[in-house]
């Protein structure tokens, strides 16, 4: 199993050191410093001495990059049809809008277009909740670039009636379970409850991919692939989950110990 893992990752270094060797030679070829995606900022940047990262380095955080959104996507996904399954009312729900998006169709249109997917208002809700739930990340970490100050309103912490000081250098760990199952943000927070997010204040503590400028990068383009995924699921399958109460760890990321073993079955004729 190592020695495929191994070769499949000399494929890829293969592969993408042939793209940034053919980016090279495009900007000698143009003599434009223009930066138009992630590898031209790579290539670009340099550190407070002038220096730039190797080839070498910049293959590894692409590969890094891939293997993080694979991973980032197909947790969030696993999850959301679980949850999906586990509340057969949310899923009957979330399948009538996926219906209804389908019977509006031209009769030439041959699978899901980009704006239907901002048709699925409820869908989205779906999504959230379960990024709030189960958290693709288990952690963010950030550095204090100021002396910040902290107001605190939480029962729990009232010895800190007048807040607290977060001195300028210190590293922080902010944990997101905490953040996003905290009863005092959410009410009955460990209950799946998607029409909460009708309510646009819910979003005021919701960070399951950062914020500010170190917001996962990402962000949009798995928020898509969640959305793609579930709206061929709920028009055409089920699932049966074969161990339903399979424990769960929490570490790295919350997963089923039988990472989530079932059985798919096709419901309908796939549209």
């Known amino acids: 199993m190592v020695l495929i893992l191994e070769q499949a990752r000399q494929k890829l270094q293969k592969i993408f050191q042939g793209i940034v060797d053919e980016r090279r030679l495009e900007k000698m070829a143009n003599?434009?410093?223009?930066?138009?995606?992630?590898?031209?900022?790579?290539?670009?940047?340099?550190?407070?001495?002038g220096g730039k990262l190797s080839d070498e380095e910049i293959v590894d955080l692409i590969i890094m990059f891939l293997?993080?959104?694979?991973?980032?996507?197909?947790h969030a996904t696993m999850w959301a049809v679980v949850l999906l399954e586990d509340h057969p009312e949310v899923f009957q729900k979330a399948k009538k809008e996926q219906e209804q998006i389908v019977s509006k169709r031209l009769p030439d249109q041959k699978g899901l277009a980009l704006k239907e997917t901002r048709q699925m208002e409820y869908l989205s809700k779906v999504i959230d909740e379960t990024l709030r739930m189960v958290n693709i990340s288990f952690?963010?970490?950030?550095?204090?670039n100021k002396d910040v100050h902290i107001n605190v309103n939480a029962d729990y912490l009232k010895s800190f009636a007048e807040g607290y000081i977060v001195p300028k250098g210190w590293r922080i760990l902010t944990w997101l379970r905490s953040a996003h199952l905290d009863s005092d943000k959410y009410l009955y927070s460990k209950e799946f409850n998607p029409t909460r997010w009708d309510d646009p204040k819910t979003r005021a503590n919701f960070i399951p991919f950062g914020a500010g400028s170190r917001m996962c990068p990402g962000r949009d383009l798995a928020r898509l692939e969640v959305y793609i995924f579930l709206h061929y699921f709920l028009?055409?399958?089920?699932?049966?989950?074969?161990?339903?109460?399979s424990p769960v760890r929490y570490l790295p990321i919350s997963r089923p110990v039988d990472n989530c073993l079932a059985k798919v079955t096709r419901v309908t004729k796939q549209i």
């Open 31 to 49: 003599n434009k410093q223009e930066k138009k995606d992630m590898l031209d900022m790579l290539m670009g940047i340099e550190d407070e001495n």
């Open 139 to 144: 952690t963010l970490f950030r550095e204090a």
């Open 67 to 74: 293997n993080a959104g694979h991973e980032s996507s197909g």
């Open 235 to 245: 028009l055409n399958y089920k699932l049966e989950r074969i161990n339903p109460g």
